[in-house]
């Protein structure tokens, strides 16, 4: 039976049974019929290269592991697999089993998926479109992105690890879309784009291999862009991971990561994009992925274009821009903060990375990291020893963010003139602009500011009026010579002047920059 003729008796059923109008959206891969509380999702039988449906028993396969894939991250969202059989003039349906081997039925016509619909406008594409797509919602994504990326399975197949099929398939990726792009300038950009991939692929080779041993190669979401990303229940949600291709969807978490990041770039949003990147870092500690992120990012856009090309009316254009964009070099620069506890340091640089587009590393979350946090034992955690074990691995995170091509901003006290000076050194060593970002607030607020945040509970740094008041004795005041590359912010005054972006403006023609230049991806 041709699919049109499934699609029009399935869509008559759930207008009978389900009651109501029923509506048809169409991709190039699916049709989904969508009653008032259900959705259901038919794969089209057709061959795009990358994926096969022609085959009955293929899209049985693949309707069943898209229903057991997608539980992972939404459980309430999938409910199960029906077999349609023909009856009559009409159809019936009869749910499949998701453990039985996946053979189709000598009756089976076509297989749908079943999932509950969320409510309009939840789509976190739509919530961006209509500007509600808030800092705390970025947030809880980070976090629900970060426990999925936990949960997923360590890719060990070595048909799935062999880095130079890896960076193979990034490459094929550019010449089918090279292949199907007809305008001239389109095509300058991409042929472009192939010189570049083959230069940061023959860079960042060892870097994948190094975090497929290290088990950072996972049987992820694949396709984590925002039209994926939902608000279903009062939860950030993750749906419709790539179920039909493993090769496509087991893959180094920060490209699983860079596709979020990438469409929140193209979609104009650069300030949520940094602030989800950062957020998942201090959660995760992978910087050292971070240099992967551009690479990712580029292969991303080309998927979107891809997509593009391959839809009707679906406009591409600001995801050829942010290619071009990431092929560019770029912007570089180290800032590092200098303030006692309680001296905003944390809240000033929350503002500044979403701002200037930077990596942000907080000496509070690497102490942790490194050390734990328990309630007892707090002052062994602030030694010397382990004071100079800190800086030392910020200064070589700082490094290697720096070699990779990120701004990076260093939130620590740098109390001791030895340590400022070391920061300098990697900046020097980098060929990179240095800031020292001074934060002064009079003692009394610090106290205050210290014994709330104490109190509270929440925040990494375990700080407390002792730590601040051995602090106070051993600081190092900043020299005349550090005043030159000093920026000084008074934070007793009331936090939304931070942010002005006079209040900034030193610190971009310190970098050599002008306000229209924000925010920064390259």
């Not at 259901?40 to 293929?58: C, I, P, Q």
């Amino acid at each position: 039976m041709p699919q049109k003729e499934v699609m029009a008796r399935l869509r008559a059923w759930l207008t009978e049974h389900a009651g109501g109008d029923v509506t048809c959206i169409e991709t190039h891969i699916s049709w989904v019929l969508l009653t008032a509380d259900r959705a259901y999702k038919v794969h089209r039988a057709v061959n795009l290269g990358f994926v096969d449906f022609t085959s009955l028993a293929f899209r049985l396969q693949d309707t069943l592991a898209e229903y057991q894939l997608n539980r992972r991250s939404a459980p309430d969202l999938y409910l199960g697999v029906w077999a349609l059989r023909s009856e009559g003039l009409g159809i019936t349906l009869a749910k499949v089993d998701p453990q039985a081997p996946p053979v189709p039925g000598k009756n089976d016509i076509e297989y749908v998926l079943e999932m509950r619909r969320f409510d309009p406008g939840q789509r976190f594409d739509e919530l961006l479109s209509h500007g509600q797509l808030t800092p705390a919602l970025i947030d809880a994504l980070a976090d629900a992105l970060v426990g999925f990326h936990q949960r997923c399975e360590v890719v060990r197949d070595p048909e799935l690890t062999n880095v130079a099929d890896l960076q193979q398939g990034i490459a094929d990726n550019v010449k089918a879309v090279l292949d199907m792009s007809t305008e001239s300038t389109e095509r300058a950009v991409l042929q472009q784009h192939q010189k570049w991939l083959t230069v940061q692929s023959s860079r960042w080779q060892t870097r994948m291999a190094q975090r497929v041993e290290a088990g950072l190669l996972r049987d992820a979401h694949g396709d984590l862009h925002l039209q994926n990303i939902c608000c279903f229940q009062g939860q950030v949600t993750l749906f419709d991971c790539l179920e039909f291709s493993p090769r496509l969807r087991c893959i180094d978490l920060m490209n699983d990561l860079g596709f979020l990041i990438m469409d929140l770039q193209a979609r104009e949003a650069p300030r949520l994009a940094w602030r989800l990147l950062n957020r998942y870092l201090e959660q995760t500690g992978d910087y050292a992925g971070v240099a992967l992120l551009r690479y990712f990012m580029a292969y991303r856009a080309m998927v979107r274009i891809k997509v593009a090309l391959l839809s009707p009316n679906h406009a591409h254009t600001a995801y050829l821009r942010l290619v071009r964009c990431l092929m560019q070099t770029p912007m570089r620069a180290l800032i590092i903060t200098h303030g006692l506890s309680g001296s905003g340091k944390t809240t000033v640089t929350h503002g500044l990375v979403e701002t200037l587009g930077a990596i942000r590393l907080r000496s509070d979350v690497e102490r942790q990291r490194l050390f734990g946090r328990q309630s007892a034992g707090r002052s062994q955690r602030y030694t010397p020893e382990t004071t100079e074990q800190i800086y030392t691995h910020l200064a070589n995170q700082a490094k290697d963010l720096l070699v990779s091509g990120h701004i990076v901003v260093v939130d620590a006290t740098f109390l001791s003139r030895s340590q400022r000076d070391r920061f300098r050194a990697v900046a020097r060593c980098c060929e990179v602009p240095f800031v020292i970002l001074h934060c002064q607030a009079d003692n009394a607020i610090l106290h205050d500011r210290v014994e709330a945040r104490v109190q509270a509970g929440h925040d990494a740094s375990e700080a407390d009026t002792a730590v601040l008041d051995a602090q106070l004795r051993h600081d190092e005041p900043l020299g005349a010579d550090e005043m030159a590359d000093a920026i000084t912010l008074q934070t007793a005054q009331p936090r939304e002047t931070w942010y002005q972006p006079a209040t900034w403006q030193p610190l971009l023609s310190h970098l050599g920059l002008s306000e229209r230049a924000l925010p920064l991806m390259c």
